[in-house]
């Protein structure tokens, strides 16, 4: 069974951003790495919150 994770993330300039995902610390890199749209070149990304739940629907409510 994937579980699946509600996170924010903020850089040094106080922008957070929130997503959800079924690897927080793979979806990170990928913030850090300029992969993704809006979080492109506005790093480095730290987590400052996860929560995770046992499935999507429940994660995007």
């Not at 699946?4 to 995902?21: A, E, L």
């Not at 749209?37 to 499935?55: C, D, M, N, R």
């Amino acid at each position: 069974m994937e579980v699946y994770s509600v996170y924010i993330i903020c850089n040094p300039q106080k922008i957070y951003y929130k997503g959800f995902t079924s690897d927080v610390l793979r979806r990170l890199d990928e913030h850090n790495s300029s992969l993704g749209k809006y979080t492109s070149e506005k790093g480095p990304w730290i987590l400052v919150f996860q929560h995770s739940f046992i499935s999507k629907s429940e994660a995007l409510k």
